[in-house]
């Protein structure tokens, strides 16, 4: 049974074309062709849904803006092409990525068995620090659904990735909660690893402002912190 994020945090989404911004994140979809990544990403960033399957060339660029409190984070979202043809092309933005989100169909067994060639590129290429999000596509289609949900599941369990959410870019069921999921994540990463590491690189980029305190966890609606949390490493 696929189940939607919910979030007990407060945010605000912000217009695609809003230009401020405290944070900014690089982030990849990757997956075989037509599994649905530019849809997912459309859906998302736009509210726009299409039928008519438009082959990627090369890359698309999409952005996602978020506010938690006071900080406004924008997600720089990389959306690839699946076919064999452009992967050297791809190999490129991995190095650079944050957070990659690797997309299968629910309705597609093949799509299901490449996420591990997809996850092994990911892994030579990338920062070994990059956090992965596994993302089930396609869930309207139930009846014609061939990876159930528990196989997804377990996949990201055995492989330790950081989430794994099934989506449908058509009823738009999940689709942005996979962009707010990432934007907490990596805000929150990027603020423990800034209170441990002063001014260390951790492929985001900043406007400048500076996050400050000592301690180790963070409540994600005022971008403070408290006692309790664990040391961790950001990527
Ligand atoms: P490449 O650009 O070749 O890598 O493909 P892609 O993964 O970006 O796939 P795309 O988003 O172009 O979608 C491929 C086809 O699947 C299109 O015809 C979409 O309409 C359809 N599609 C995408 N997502 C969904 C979904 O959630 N449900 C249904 N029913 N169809 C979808």
Request: aromatic share 12%.
């Given at each position: 049974?696929?189940?939607?994020?919910?979030?007990?945090?407060?945010?605000?989404?912000?217009?695609?074309?809003?230009?401020?911004?405290?944070?900014?994140?690089?982030?990849?979809?990757?997956?075989?062709?037509?599994?649905?990544?530019?849809?997912?990403?459309?859906?998302?960033?736009?509210?726009?849904?299409?039928?008519?399957?438009?082959?990627?060339?090369?890359?698309?660029?999409?952005?996602?803006?978020?506010?938690?409190?006071?900080?406004?984070?924008?997600?720089?979202?990389?959306?690839?092409?699946?076919?064999?043809?452009?992967?050297?092309?791809?190999?490129?933005?991995?190095?650079?990525?944050?957070?990659?989100?690797?997309?299968y169909?629910v309705?597609?067994r093949?799509?299901f068995?490449?996420?591990?060639?997809?996850?092994?590129?990911?892994?030579?290429?990338?920062?070994?620090?990059?956090?992965?999000?596994?993302?089930g596509?396609?869930?309207?289609?139930?009846?014609?659904r061939k990876i159930s949900?528990?196989e997804g599941?377990?996949?990201?369990?055995?492989?330790?990735?950081?989430?794994?959410?099934?989506?449908?870019?058509?009823?738009?069921?999940?689709?942005?909660?996979?962009?707010?999921?990432?934007?907490?994540?990596?805000?929150?990463?990027?603020?423990?690893?800034?209170?441990?590491?002063?001014?260390?690189?951790?492929?985001?980029?900043?406007?400048?402002?500076?996050?400050?305190?000592?301690?180790?966890?963070?409540?994600?609606?005022?971008?403070?912190?408290?006692?309790?949390?664990?040391?961790?490493?950001?990527?």
């Amino acid at each position: 049974m696929s189940k939607e994020l919910k979030f007990d945090f407060n945010y605000e989404i912000l217009p695609e074309n809003y230009t401020q911004f405290d944070l900014s994140f690089k982030l990849i979809v990757i997956g075989d062709s037509g599994v649905g990544k530019s849809c997912l990403t459309n859906k998302a960033t736009k509210n726009i849904f299409e039928e008519n399957y438009n082959a990627t060339i090369g890359f698309e660029f999409f952005t996602f803006n978020i506010k938690f409190g006071e900080k406004i984070i924008k997600l720089q979202i990389w959306d690839t092409c699946g076919q064999e043809l452009y992967r050297s092309l791809i190999t490129n933005f991995y190095r650079n990525s944050s957070l990659a989100i690797i997309v299968y169909t629910v309705t597609d067994r093949a799509s299901f068995d490449n996420i591990d060639l997809w996850y092994k590129e990911l892994r030579t290429h990338s920062n070994p620090n990059v956090k992965v999000f596994l993302i089930g596509n396609k869930i309207d289609l139930e009846n014609e659904r061939k990876i159930s949900t528990e196989e997804g599941q377990r996949y990201a369990e055995q492989y330790k990735l950081n989430k794994f959410v099934e989506t449908s870019a058509k009823t738009g069921f999940n689709a942005k909660n996979i962009f707010i999921e990432a934007a907490k994540i990596l805000y929150e990463d990027y603020i423990l690893y800034h209170k441990d590491n002063d001014d260390s690189d951790n492929n985001s980029e900043t406007s400048g402002k500076k996050t400050d305190g000592n301690d180790k966890s963070v409540d994600i609606n005022t971008g403070k912190s408290d006692n309790n949390g664990e040391k961790r490493k950001c990527c």
